[in-house]
């Protein structure tokens, strides 16, 4: 059983009260005297706060089936099905077909004990026609709460009995086709209705488990088995109550809102508290998936034959809860494919690596209290947030986020689901081209490039022009200012490998420039000091012409000059002798440049 806290103690009185008021029942019993089990049954409702014992589905002063209208039934008449959830009360409703042999049945002879018991279409008989069930569970108290009912068409007696096995399966494994069942695994529930039909009297409610070893049921039978049953109901772990005095409301049925008026006998609802039932043993997770509804012939299990079937449907009825640990970067997709480390306590795997996008996902989390913590991903990212919202506590789970830690006292049935956030910490780098020219202003053409090496490689070319294309572009539209956004912070080395057109080489080499967090190529550009400026010559060319003065006597005997490169001696048209030198560099400017024309008479 699960105490805790203040209302545990409460728990631990009432589950005393609920064991004698059962012993007293037995010692009567032996007596031959008569019991009443008001003051047991009345418990369960009480602590689960769900009215399971009144018969009705009306809210009086605790929950009852009605709140969970208005429900939506989906898929095709009449094999509909509803689910939704209410207060954390989980509730599922199967529909099922009614007075006609289409009704999904088992075939003839198949007993309870039967695994992947073969079915076949049939009419039930009136008492045995169920057209409708619904499951409801909880965790309230520590405690997992069951909650089950029935409907059936009209009867044609005033006192038809009613046994139903709802069964409920851990296992997905399919049974062979064409069945909708699942094979049936070790610890699989069967909890049997059973009313014998009179006014005053009171269900009675077997649990039993399916067995691969030990005693059966049935004493011929052989595991695989149904194993020995136990009377909840004379232990004071459930009650039941059928509407025995008169028509009662649904509004939760495949017309809800709308209300149906179920005849006398027609519902029938049962509450158990599945933790004092020892469904759930302590740090034991076990998890029910499937159910299905099936009438029975009568209550004795050695004899009964199954005759309609409801479902079977999907639940979650568990005693454990999940977790889910995502992570997220920004920006998505993470250009650095980093993998971001967490820690736990509590018994969570000691620890885990995400990546962005990606997420841990623990089920069957056993109740208690647990902790994630993110390893501090800095420099390269900061921490963002810690978001839990998406979690679902409807089952008393509390969460606490503290930086990068979230610490949570887990729930059965609750949902722990948080994403880490964090932000690539990016800056620019920036690149400026400055003139000898005196002023120092911005070289006036585009094209130079340069190569930068860091934490990251790449090349780019001012204004994004020329050949190769940089591997990364220039944000700014200014030309001889390159700014590069969206880089990892640090130093980066910076070398010109092309100088602008109409411009010498720059002198400078291996510049070192830096990247700020927060730094951007529009308002909040890098700094002067983090900047690597690079300065070139702007570039001329000069041409020396000479000519005969009309005396046809004199020529140029050399012309040379100190700068530049000699690229042509030809003579324009109209001219004697010439010399072209290019690519001055003129630095410092201004230049003076001297050249030396030796004329021979």
Known sequence: ??????????????????????????VLAALGLAASTGSASATVSTDASFE???GNLVHNTLMDWNDFSPTTWTGTAPFRTSGKTVAGWAFTGLEDAQATTSDTAFAGGVKQDNDCATLSPAKAPNKDDLKRVYVTSNTVGGDVFLGLAWVRIPQNTTSPSAHIGFEFNKGSTPCPAPSTLVRRTAGDMLIV???EGGAADTPTITLRRWVTSGSCEVGSASPPCWGPSTNLTALGFAEAKVNTTGAVSDTIGPSS??????GTNEFGEAGINLTDAGVFSPNVCEAFGKTYAVSRSSGNSATAQMKDLVGPGNINITNCGNVIIRKVTVPSPDPTDTTFGYTTTGGLSAGFGLKNGQNQ???NVLTGSYSVTETDPAPTFAFTSLDCSASNVSHGTTINTSGRTVSFDLKPLDTVDCTYTNTLQQGALRILKTSTKTGNPLVSTAGA???VT?????????????????????ASATIGEICVPGLLPGSYTVNETTPPPGYGGATQTNLTAVVVVGTNCT???PAAADTAVFTNAPLADIQVNVRDGGSGETSADSITCTAGTTTSTTPPSGWDSSITNTGIPIDPSPRTITCTIVIDP
């Open 1 to 26: 059983m699960n105490r805790s806290g203040a209302k545990g103690t409460s728990r631990r009185v009432g589950t005393r009260r609920r064991l004698t008021s059962g012993l007293t029942i037995l």
């Open 52 to 54: 399971f014992a009144d």
């Open 193 to 195: 209705y059973d009313f």
């Open 257 to 262: 809102p709308a209300s149906e008026s179920l």
């Open 361 to 363: 996902s623990f089920s």
């Open 449 to 451: 490039a340069f190569s």
């Open 454 to 474: 860091g934490s990251t490689n790449f090349t780019v070319r001012d204004n994004n022009t020329g050949s190769p294309a940089g591997t990364k572009s220039d």
């Open 523 to 525: 308002a909040n550009e």
